[in-house]
């Protein structure tokens, strides 16, 4: 019997100066980037960045909640303490608690493969669709699939102005008669009531500047003459400038709005344009030299510019971050395939 009792205490004493294994400290405010991951390996993740302390926290999605995030992260949209990730193969949005990344519920959609969600209201938001010519409007509360609305292409980024949403759609070569446009969609009865006149040219991003105005990256028409182009729209689709590139190789694949009528582009560097501008500079912000490009972003709060370069999509991208007069403040690794960033600002 003492035996026993000297084994168990034994036990006990043993087991008390094991340490637990460490939580991982989220702080309060910070860039969480989106790492897609490879096709079909299910190694999406979330990583976690403090531009204060210049830390950066990977694998954050697994390591809070005890699963793997899915097949191909496309993008997370930021509401209050909530944010949603849209994880594309595994046609399903993740809701999770902030700022620790906390799992809350699923959000499925079958036979989707969703790309952007975006609340319209208290109860429904649109999420985009890569195939099935359709934005799906769900009611993100109950996970309920309510309606659809049909589209001609692959849809992509949305924004909300007032009673308005403004969807990117791009040309899929897999979808027969897809096109590229702008649309302008009515949320209070999910109707589309103007599409931008763009010949059906493929839009390569959307973005807004702060003051209400859209910013788009069309593609070239060389049967046509159209050479590739930046065009700056009003609220109601209407051309405010437009931008043409010299020559029909030169388009901006990437594009991200400031507040003050900037918008940034990608174009084997860094680039701004001004509404104040006659034409586009020759001169890049920032070099980015032979780096692979993926995702851009630019915090509007502070004005800094950050993208990724996905290297050969197989090792963990490299982020690069720079000022607003684009210098070069710090880099940090991320997951594979760094495909978009959201800002949580609490």
Same mark, same amino acid.
């Given at each position: 019997?003492?035996?026993?009792?000297?084994?168990?205490?034994?036990?006990?004493?043993?087991?008390?100066?094991?340490? /637990?294994?460490?939580?991982?400290?989220?702080?309060?405010?910070?860039?969480?980037?989106?790492?897609?991951?490879?096709?079909?390996?299910?190694?999406?993740?979330?990583?976690?960045?403090?531009?204060?302390?210049?830390?950066?926290?990977?694998?954050?999605?697994?390591?809070?909640?005890?699963?793997?995030?899915?097949?191909?992260?496309?993008?997370?949209?930021?509401?209050?303490?909530?944010?949603?990730?849209?994880?594309?193969?595994?046609?399903?949005?993740?809701?999770?608690?902030?700022?620790?990344?906390?799992?809350?519920?699923?959000?499925?959609?079958?036979?989707?493969?969703?790309?952007?969600?975006?609340?319209?209201?208290?109860?429904?938001?649109?999420?985009? /669709?890569?195939?099935?010519?359709?934005?799906?409007?769900?009611?993100?509360?109950?996970?309920?699939?309510?309606?659809?609305?049909?589209?001609?292409?692959?849809?992509?980024?949305?924004?909300?102005?007032?009673?308005?949403?403004?969807?990117?759609?791009?040309?899929?070569?897999?979808?027969?008669?897809?096109?590229?446009?702008?649309?302008?969609?009515?949320?209070?009865?999910?109707?589309?009531?103007?599409?931008?006149?763009?010949?059906?040219?493929?839009?390569?991003?959307?973005?807004?500047?702060?003051?209400?105005?859209?910013?788009?990256?069309?593609?070239?028409?060389?049967?046509?003459?159209?050479?590739?182009?930046?065009?700056?729209?009003?609220?109601?689709?209407?051309?405010?400038?437009?931008?043409?590139?010299?020559?029909?190789?030169?388009?901006?694949?990437?594009?991200?709005?400031?507040?003050?009528?900037?918008?940034?582009?990608?174009?084997?560097?860094?680039?701004?344009?001004?509404?104040?501008?006659?034409?586009?500079?020759?001169?890049?912000?920032?070099?980015?030299?032979?780096?692979?490009?993926?995702?851009?972003?630019?915090?509007?709060?502070?004005? /800094?510019?950050?993208?990724?370069?996905?290297?050969?999509?197989?090792?963990?991208?490299?982020?690069?971050?720079?000022?607003?007069?684009?210098?070069?403040?710090?880099?940090?690794?991320?997951?594979?395939?760094?495909?978009?960033?959201?800002?949580?600002?609490?």
């Amino acid at each position: 019997m003492k035996k026993i009792i000297f084994l168990a205490g034994l036990f006990v004493w043993f087991a008390s100066c094991q340490k /637990e294994k460490p939580t991982t400290i989220v702080p309060t405010g910070g860039l969480y980037v989106i790492n897609e991951g490879n096709f079909m390996f299910g190694n999406a993740e979330i990583s976690f960045y403090d531009p204060v302390q210049k830390s950066v926290i990977n694998g954050l999605f697994s390591e809070r909640n005890g699963f793997q995030l899915g097949d191909v992260a496309q993008s997370m949209y930021i509401m209050d303490s909530t944010g949603y990730i849209v994880v594309n193969n595994s046609t399903k949005i993740e809701v999770v608690r902030l700022p620790e990344l906390k799992w809350i519920r699923t959000l499925t959609i079958p036979n989707s493969s969703p790309r952007y969600f975006l609340p319209v209201n208290d109860s429904i938001a649109y999420v985009t /669709e890569l195939y099935a010519k359709k934005i799906w409007i769900i009611n993100y509360r109950t996970g309920v699939l309510k309606n659809t609305l049909t589209v001609q292409g692959w849809t992509e980024k949305m924004y909300l102005a007032g009673m308005f949403v403004f969807v990117q759609q791009k040309v899929n070569s897999l979808i027969s008669g897809s096109e590229g446009n702008i649309l302008k969609i009515n949320i209070s009865n999910h109707s589309i009531v103007k599409t931008a006149q763009i010949n059906g040219r493929n839009v390569f991003d959307l973005t807004t500047d702060g003051q209400g105005r859209l910013w788009a990256s069309l593609a070239p028409d060389s049967a046509a003459g159209i050479k590739p182009a930046i065009v700056c729209y009003d609220n109601d689709l209407n051309p405010i400038k437009t931008y043409t590139f010299d020559n029909y190789n030169r388009s901006a694949w990437y594009i991200a709005g400031e507040e003050n009528g900037v918008c940034y582009y990608t174009q084997g560097g860094i680039y701004r344009v001004n509404i104040q501008q006659q034409e586009l500079s020759s001169i890049p912000v920032i070099q980015t030299d032979e780096k692979n490009v993926y995702a851009l972003f630019v915090n509007r709060s502070t004005g /800094e510019i950050y993208f990724s370069d996905a290297l050969d999509y197989v090792q963990p991208s490299q982020i690069y971050r720079y000022d607003k007069n684009g210098n070069f403040v710090h880099q940090f690794t991320a997951g594979v395939i760094a495909g978009n960033f959201a800002l949580y600002e609490p």
